[in-house]
């Protein structure tokens, strides 16, 4: 959600801001700009509307030099996406880039406009232009200026700052959003996460919420939000070229798809102890024996992931979960018990939905578990215990294995909670670790599967709505479906549980709506099938993912079938997810939409 990168030091700046701005595109591509200082210590600006190609054929145009600068690639909160609205904004004798919302900018432009202050553009972002050079005027060194400046700002934020007459000086700052400092060599960045900075440098840091920056080419100097000088570890992050680039795929979706198995697969020997080859999890902060009750929450496809979470933990370990949404979870205040647990899962540690129930719960003395992908984010830093996920970085907007490492992460604290809460037997565990482990390999056989899903594909592109059906721990698997399917494909989906149909949805059916069943033979089958007979009875077109013997059951029901291998219940809703994915991918690229930044998202969604 907003791209920030900026650079102090030798080299002509723009373009490591740019490529930087690259990496950065699937937080927003609504609108991109970069300023730098030129040889006159003057701020010059190129920004357009649209995706970064537009600002590269701008910086045609108005090529900008200098070794100081600041870029920024918009998802849009406050103003349309316009190249006016486009940042970075010019105040004066600053230019600064934000991402996040400033919640007081009405109250905060009133009285700038009071003081003769005129405003270009419609968002809350220019204030913060303002102000900053507001203070400068009031005679304050930009260091004092950036800090008088942050501590009016409320809401959430990242900034970089650049000052005229300053060459050589980068000023940043987050609160609630991240930002992350990269050390250079006679060079020093700015970047909203370590995929910008990845290839510029391997020593990074993670600024904490409220800490403030200066830097300079040869220098970095950190502040808290009481103005005091603080240390943070340097982390060294080792992505390859590999890891953050397309690897020879069309897209960064295909890519992430192929990933699967070693997603899973990584995740799982992460989690797994070599000798006995049993599941185990680093120590909890509480035993997971005495606890009454779990709170799951998490955003998009990690909430997905978190209800069939909360079907294995409920089955298998006994423990009573509560799920929601963390956008609903944050305002609905069930009461929570002493101690209890709080389960948080994100892909990229920072969505702000999540984080803000993250805070409210550790307020209420809940013991905060994340799942995470990445480890060093704002919520993993906030966690009492972090169970990293090992899926590499995911780029594509939409998420695809990381998924299914949520899931490979919580089949295994299932089966550890389980084992500690007595409610599995030797044998039984071992049956279940052996499913997981055998997994990567069935997910590897899934991918030989393009083909026909590419079939399937074909008739959902026709379709203008598209039921997926699932029931008991495949229904999430149902909801993520349609959900990839409706984000890059823009074609209306909706999930039910199948036994739901009956009562309400079933009137929708006709043959112009195809109906996308997930339908292991091991789950609640005999069920599903009636269900799908009576979306047959009625002109349905049944398209199933099912396996060999779930086939030959829906012979003569289903339209069209691609048929997994089988495997056990336990595992069925991580090796189903992956055709699911496919299909959206595969009609996605019929429909011609633009796959791995799908209009309107963001992948990293920082504001409420
Ligand atoms: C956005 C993305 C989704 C993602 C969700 C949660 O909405 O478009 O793909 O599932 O955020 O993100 P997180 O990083 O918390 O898993």
Known sequence: MCGICGVVGHRPATPIVFEGLRRLEYRGYDSAGIATLDAQQRITRCRASGKLDNLAEALKETPLTGTTAIGHTR????????????????????????NGIIENYAELRQKLQKNGREFKTETDSETVAHLLDEELKRGLSPKDAAYATIRQLEGAYAVAMIFEDHEGLLIGARHGAPLAIGFGEGEMFLGSDSLALAPLSQRITYLDDGDWCVLHADSVTIYDATGSEVQRPVQTVALTAGQIGKDGYRHFMEKELHEH????????????????????????????ADLPRATITACGSAFYAGMVGRYWLESLARLPVDIDVASELRYRNPPQPNQGMALLISQS????????????????????????????STMGRESDLVLGMVAGPEI??????????????????????????GTLDEAQEQKLTQSLLDLPSHAATVLGLFDAIRKMARIIAQARDVLYLGRGICMPIAQEGALKLKEISYIHAEAYAAGELKHGPISLIDPSVPVVAIAPSTILFEKMLSNLQEAKARGGLILAFTDAQGAKRLEGIADHMVVLPDVDAFVAPI???????????????LKGTDVDQPRNLAKSVTVE
Do not use: C
């Not at 697969?265 to 070599?274: E, F, I, V, W």
């Not at 907007?397 to 299932?414: C, D, N």
């Open 75 to 98: 998802w849009a909160t406050h103003g349309a996406p316009t190249t006016n609205n486009a940042h970075p904004h010019k105040a004066g004798k600053v230019a600064i880039v934000h």
């Open 261 to 288: 198995p070693v997603a899973i697969g990584q995740t799982l020997q992460r989690m797994m102890d070599p000798v006995t080859r049993r599941i185990t999890l680093p120590d909890m902060p509480f035993d997971p």
């Open 349 to 376: 540690g920072e969505t702000a939905d999540t984080l803000g129930v993250l805070r409210a719960l550790k307020a209420e003395n809940q013991r905060i578990v994340s799942i995470l992908n990445v480890e060093q």
């Open 396 to 421: 594509s907007v939409a998420s695809t294995k990381a998924f299914t490492a949520q899931l490979s992460v919580l089949a295994a604290l299932t089966i550890t909670f389980a084992r500690k809460r």
């Open 575 to 589: 090796l189903y997810t992956i055709p699911v994915q496919i299909l959206a991918y595969e009609v996605a690229l």
